[in-house]
């Protein structure tokens, strides 16, 4: 079992930039392949970007060149750092995790970010 807490959300302005943490229980993070996605209201939840175990990464149309995602295994913590917000990245933002091949066995509670002005 994985439980995973999401902090770093909150209010930023259009342009504004903020880092997600998302941080892990358990001895097993390094072969976990960990995901960020979000749901804006009235939406579908939809990924933003997820990293394997081996470090590489994708990412959503709409924030390549905008957002980061990367994990640092001595901390169980896998981060996603959001350049250039836009209005529409408003959302409940939640850190998810998988064992082969899949990626979403877990998921974290959430944290809220607003982009507005």
């Known amino acids: 079992q994985v439980q995973l807490v999401e902090s770093g959300g909150g209010l930023v302005q259009p342009g504004g930039s903020l880092t997600l943490s998302c941080a892990a229980s358990?001895?097993?993070?390094?072969?976990?392949?960990m995901g960020w996605s979000r749901q804006a209201p009235g939406k579908q939840r939809a990924l933003v970007a997820f990293?394997?175990?081996?470090?590489?990464?994708t990412y959503a149309d709409s924030v390549k060149g905008r957002f980061t995602i990367s994990r640092d295994n001595a901390k169980n913590t896998v981060y996603l750092q959001m350049n250039g917000l836009k209005p529409e990245d408003t959302a409940v933002y939640y850190c998810?995790?998988?064992?082969?091949?899949?990626?979403?066995?877990?998921w974290g509670q959430g944290t809220q970010v607003t982009v507005s002005s």
């Open positions: 998810s995790a998988g064992l082969a091949g899949h990626l979403y066995d877990y």
């Open positions: 358990g001895n097993l993070f390094s072969a976990y392949a």
């Open positions: 990293i394997n175990p081996g470090g590489s990464t």
